[in-house]
């Protein structure tokens, strides 16, 4: 064709439009029924209205910005002093502002009633499919809470503002806050996940408050503020609260060295720092500060695997809408047989992991009243944590895959969910320290091997595969119990037995089948696009078809 001016131009056909402005609870095959499975239907409306601004065209322009214009350390003012702060595209605070308003971070605090923990928690999993980078504080913000509550003077300072829902993005002295966010500075160059090899040291001050001195690797969201962190007293590693500035709004001792060029996550600001005499409140015993600090680790690493599980159904959201709407061989992709499979193969994989990340909230839930079910959580969560972070990359490749050489370029949200999708096993403990911890704690847990059995046992008779499956484990769980170099083997095996036992209790049987059928009965490839004929996949693509 030609246009004005006799310049070449072309009609552009057969390609995808944004998946946009729709509302993406309500969208979602899976997290409505989780929702009312774990009892907190009465939050529907805050997430059909969370829903809606994750999958407004807006958001989605405002998290491309905030990646596209990664935050600056300014250490120095024009005039030379040091205030080591952090610079971030308004876009950044403008999502912050959303997410915090919707209490993302706060809600399960704010509204101690049945079902808030998985209400708030899916909250989390639907903003991060929309923006990872403004979860990692929101995340540790939500999990520091438990910690914070264990020193009045400490909760009576910052609990209003770390529950409170008005995002404040000024950094400065907590008195003029409105709001405040959590962080956390624990690994050093040493020790990395061993943090018992913590070097930091901290001098009593002899007036309640202590000064640390020492270096951080990894300190996430470093205009916190306040943070807990690690630091070694005469009784041993201890842990601390440091506020990021002091009353008279000076900087408190800490040096910003440089921000990471990280892979992902790349709006969030992630640093290496020095600690020049920060002072800080202790908290908890001295000399148990990992306990300490493992404490509000078990709700992130529970927080971690319901992220994952959202970014996976965003992955599989965006490639079961590309299918819908493109062309290729004379008919539409998702009707082509091979990519049926494919797609169905990756909703089920998404439909497990949040099955299995929000049965461990309702747990949370429900643990002041049961003891088996606080037990569950404890040990529940690295299984989660493990297998879910696992298998998003996997998930998220292969829909990127569907879009062709379209979700490989950056305008696309694809590839910020494809270089987001390996963090979160890295997080919180790697997969090997994740591991280690799902062995410990069923070695020194009373009664977490019984708790598990009955939760698989709980599924039990439902169908003849999984009860196989379930017989086998029984076999195999002492001796993998008994070898470390198993625990990853082991961690698998009871994630999939879980996912199993959920799904038949509470999924379509058509996708119980399927999981149960590829994924338990011994012959599995761990690819994807591999269902039996027996699987109705075509029914099972297009149940993944977000309705925008």
Known sequence: MTGQGGAESWEVSNQVPALAEYDAFAADPVLPGIVSAFGADWARERLHEAGRTVGSARVQELAYLANRYTPELRAFDRFGNRIDEIAFHPAWHELMGLAIGQETHALAWNRPEPGAQVARAALQYLWYGAESGICCPISMTYAAVPVLKQDAGRWAQWGVLVTSNRYDPRQGPAHLKTGATVGTAMTETQGGSDLRQTQTHAEDNRDGTWSLHGRKWFFSVPHSDVFLTLARTGEGISCFVVPG????????????????????????????????????????????????????????????????????????????????????????????????????????????????????????????????????????????????????????????????????????????????????????????????????????????????????????????????????????????????????????????????????????????????????????????????????????????????
């Open 245 to 548: 500035w002091l009353p008279d709004g000076s900087r408190n001792g800490v040096a910003i060295q440089r921000l990471k060029d990280k892979v992902g996550n790349r709006s969030n600001a992630s640093s290496e720092v020095e600690f020049r005499g920060a002072i800080g409140h202790l908290i908890g015993k001295p000399g148990r500060g990992i306990r300490t600090g493992l404490s509000m680790n078990h709700n992130s690493r529970l927080d971690i695997a319901a992220a994952s599980s959202g970014l996976m159904r965003m992955a599989v959201s965006l490639a079961a809408h590309h299918a819908q709407h493109r062309r290729a061989f004379q008919k539409a992709l998702i009707d082509q047989p091979i990519m049926q499979n494919v797609l169905a193969d990756i909703a089920i994989e998404a439909e497990a992991a949040a099955w299995l990340a929000f049965r461990l909230f309702a747990a949370l839930d429900r643990q002041d009243e049961s003891p088996s079910e606080r037990l569950l959580a404890r040990v529940g969560a690295p299984i989660a944590k493990y297998w879910i972070t696992r298998r998003a990359p996997a998930v998220v490749t292969e829909a990127l895959e569907c879009h062709g050489g379209n979700g490989f370029i950056e305008e696309n949200p694809m590839a910020r969910l494809y270089r987001e999708a390996p963090l979160n096993a890295i997080w919180e403990g790697s997969g090997n320290v994740i591991c280690l911890d799902v062995l410990r704690s069923l070695a020194r847990e009373e009664g977490a091997v019984d708790v598990l059995r009955a939760e698989l046992m709980a599924a039990a008779g439902a169908d003849r595969g999984y009860d196989a499956a379930l017989k086998r484990l029984e076999g195999e769980l002492p001796e993998m119990m008994r070898n470390e170099g198993q625990a990853r083997r082991l961690t698998e095996k009871l994630a999939l037995m879980l996912q199993g036992s959920l799904l038949l209790r509470f999924a379509p049987a058509a996708v119980a089948d399927a999981f149960i059928a590829t994924r338990l009965d011994g012959g599995w490839s761990g690819q994807f696009g591999d269902l039996p004929p027996g699987v109705d996949a075509a029914a099972l693509a297009r149940r993944a078809v977000p309705a925008a």
